[in-house]
């Protein structure tokens, strides 16, 4: 289980450009290796306990995970366990995977256009 840091007013980043931030839930947890955060949902932001509070790696993923949870929260973006949704396309996932333009990739990975729009949010930081 986190630990629960509580609500947080940190800059977050809108279309890759910094705004004054919505509150969210910051949590401290041990993630799996090489994994640095999490959009949990619209609400909660996970940091792997590794990263030091303040650091630039910290910011950058506040910033990234923000992105997530502001799309979550608009209904862009949604989850599910063998599924991610973007805008008005679904997409398959699976053991850690997702299936896009007919190729698996890797969670997280920069063929996904919603971690190409996070990832303009830590140019930012």
């Known amino acids: 289980m986190g630990f629960k840091l509580g609500k947080r007013s940190l800059p977050i980043a809108s279309q ?11 949590v401290r947890r ?12 619209e609400n909660t932001i996970v940091i792997d306990k590794s990263i030091p509070e303040g650091s630039r790696v910290f910011k950058k993923a506040v910033a ?3 992105v997530h949870c502001n799309e979550m929260g608009s209904g862009q ?9 973007d805008g008005n396309n ?6 850690g995977k997702i299936k896009y333009n007919g190729k698996w ?13 996070a990832k303009k949010a830590e140019k930012n930081v």
């Open 64 to 66: 990234h995970e923000a």
């Open 16 to 26: 890759g450009k910094l705004k004054k931030s919505m509150p969210f839930n910051i």
């Open 30 to 41: 041990d993630l799996d290796p090489g994994i640095n955060a999490e959009a949990e949902d």
């Open 90 to 95: 679904t997409y398959a996932r699976k053991d």
């Open 105 to 117: 990739h890797e969670e997280g990975s920069m063929a996904f256009p919603w971690e190409k729009r």
């Open 77 to 85: 973006l949604a989850y599910g366990d063998d599924w991610v949704r």
